[in-house]
């Protein structure tokens, strides 16, 4: 996926070039010659620059931008499972009420997006803002970086790559994925404008400053009320932090990435955000499967989610929490279930969450009650009672239970007071595994949570 105006801002910031053209009549079939031109005189280049030969002939489409934003809107998901996915976002405090997470992506894909690679089918789109442009510089690495998504397709698959995962290990997936295309198009950006590939410091103080531009701009957005706290942040980081995690992973042969990365994918977006525990291998698993399968059975699961890293720094910062860096990059694994009551539709929030140390736990534990009492809009009143923990509760239906125990903290939302006890003592008994471990104890493969199928119900491409 590549964002175009990432790619204009970041430019602009960083290179301090201005490539504006005149306007001049050109056609979108005249555009369409010159992106297959550029597209075959790419391949022998990216061959040699990735150091692996294309499989198969990679064709270009190009639409205009009305034509790709009916594609966008013209999806499939239907209107009850939009406002299902909409209802579970606004339960875990991902989304604020009456917001619609699909019209906001459809809206920023429809704005942004430049290009892209539709996995499976060795194509690329590329979507033309003004025909009346011609191909400007940022284009031809829009190209570029489309065709690193084809040749990773071609060797990786991309669809199996990502399927079946939960959503923290997609968006790590994601991240890398997106962060080789860009660290090599943005490369072959500095090529086009200086005549040659720059050195990997070069390449790498671009990333730092478009990393601290992207989070000045996610900021600025939230100050500003644009509160798309799934839709539309996730994609900028990608783009990023993602070329900054294949950095440091291949950083002693950078222009030839290990395949191992895509053989042995991240799976937690901490290990994006720090490198060294993609090496160390220091993830952590959670085993939930008791409160799973002990629930009342006026209870539906609704929704198995794994906030992460890059989820909870999201959250915490859409909910005005300043620490949210802080706070977030203590997070060793979490799990988040989102059932409904049977009896009158409502929905209830369980959220098992483990810590790297006590401070962090205590951190998180004091961050979420002003968190809780933003996302319901009311005041809970001084803790009630204990049951080892702490439980706010108001008149009206919103109860909130938070219990820290050294490094974890689980809270349970709007629970009903018959089950409480219940969930308790089953959350009391999470096991966490170190990876690998979690397999051989319990003589079973782990199980496959319901995947938030966020994206790629909507979009299946990479942008
Ligand atoms: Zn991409």
């Known amino acids: 996926m590549k964002k175009l105006s990432f790619v204009l801002i970041a430019i602009s910031f960083l290179l301090m070039v201005n490539c504006d053209h005149q306007p001049t009549e050109f056609s979108i079939n005249d555009l369409r010659n010159d992106y297959v031109n550029l597209k075959n005189s790419l391949v022998s280049e990216i061959e040699h620059f990735r150091g692996?030969?294309?499989?198969?002939?990679?064709?270009?489409?190009?639409?205009?931008?009305?034509?790709?934003?009916?594609?966008?809107?013209?999806?499939?998901?239907?209107?009850?499972?939009?406002?299902?996915?909409?209802?579970?976002?606004?339960?875990?405090?991902?989304?604020?009420?009456?917001?619609?997470?699909?019209?906001?992506?459809?809206?920023?894909?429809?704005?942004?997006?430049?290009?892209?690679?539709?996995?499976?089918?060795?194509?690329?789109?590329?979507?033309?803002?003004?025909?009346?442009?011609?191909?400007?510089?940022?284009?031809?690495?829009?190209?570029?970086?489309?065709?690193?998504?084809?040749?990773?397709?071609?060797?990786?698959?991309?669809?199996?790559?990502?399927?079946?995962?939960?959503?923290?290990?997609?968006?790590?997936?994601?991240?890398?994925i997106e962060g080789e295309a860009e660290l090599m198009s943005t490369n072959y950006l500095f090529k086009i404008y200086y005549g040659s590939y720059q050195d990997q410091a070069t390449v790498m103080s671009y990333f730092s400053d478009a990393?601290?531009?992207?989070?000045?701009?996610?900021?600025?957005?939230?100050?500003?009320?644009?509160?798309?706290?799934?839709?539309?942040?996730?994609?900028?980081?990608?783009?990023?932090?993602?070329?900054?995690?294949?950095?440091?992973i291949v950083n002693e042969n950078w222009l030839l990435i290990d395949n191992n990365i895509f053989s042995s994918m991240p799976l937690k977006t901490s290990e994006i955000l720090h490198p060294s525990r993609f090496t160390n291998k220091r993830e952590l698993l959670l085993d939930v499967n008791t409160l799973n399968n002990s629930i009342d059975s006026s209870y539906v699961i609704y929704d198995v989610d794994e906030f992460g890293e890059v989820l909870?720094?999201?959250?915490?910062?859409?909910?005005?929490?300043?620490?949210?860096?802080?706070?977030?990059?203590?997070?060793?694994?979490?799990?988040?279930?989102?059932?409904?009551?049977?009896?009158?539709?409502?929905?209830?929030?369980?959220w098992y969450t483990l810590w790297e140390n006590e401070t962090k736990?205590?951190?998180?534990?004091?961050?979420?009650?002003?968190?809780?009492?933003?996302?319901?809009g009311v005041t809970l009143p001084d803790a009630q009672s204990d049951l080892s923990g702490r439980m706010f509760v108001n008149d009206q239906k919103n109860r909130l239970y938070i219990e820290q125990d050294s490094t974890h903290v689980f809270t349970i939302e709007n629970y009903s007071p018959e089950s409480l006890q219940g969930w308790i003592n089953q959350l009391r008994g999470v096991k966490s595994y170190v990876r690998g471990i979690a397999k051989e104890k319990q003589g079973k493969k782990y199980p496959v949570f319901i995947k938030k199928r966020l994206v790629r119900d909507n979009i299946t491409q990479f942008i």
């Not at 909409?86 to 809206?107: A, R, V």
């Not at 079946?164 to 997936?173: E, G, M, R, V």
């Not at 534990?365 to 933003?374: E, G, I, T």
Request: glycine share 4%; hydrophobic share 40%.
């Open 52 to 176: 692996k030969p294309f499989k198969r002939n990679i064709t270009i489409y190009v639409c205009s931008s009305d034509e790709y934003s009916r594609l966008i809107t013209e999806n499939t998901t239907s209107v009850e499972a939009k406002k299902r996915q909409n209802d579970i976002l606004i339960c875990e405090g991902l989304l604020h009420k009456g917001q619609d997470y699909f019209g906001s992506q459809s809206s920023a894909l429809s704005n942004e997006t430049a290009g892209f690679y539709k996995d499976g089918t060795d194509s690329i789109f590329v979507v033309v803002k003004d025909a009346t442009k011609k191909m400007s510089l940022d284009d031809q690495s829009v190209i570029f970086h489309e065709m690193i998504h084809a040749l990773q397709d071609q060797y990786y698959p991309l669809k199996s790559l990502l399927a079946s995962d939960c959503s923290d290990q997609y968006f790590a997936k994601i991240y890398a």
């Open 211 to 248: 990393e601290i531009e992207v989070e000045r701009m996610l900021d600025s957005m939230h100050l500003a009320g644009n509160a798309l706290v799934v839709s539309q942040p996730m994609y900028w980081m990608y783009y990023s932090y993602g070329p900054e995690f294949i950095n440091a």
């Open 312 to 350: 909870l720094c999201t959250m915490l910062r859409e909910w005005d929490n300043n620490s949210y860096k802080v706070i977030a990059d203590g997070l060793d694994a979490d799990k988040a279930i989102v059932f409904r009551d049977a009896q009158d539709d409502s929905l209830r929030f369980i």
């Open 361 to 376: 736990s205590t951190a998180f534990f004091n961050s979420y009650l002003p968190l809780v009492q933003k996302k319901w």
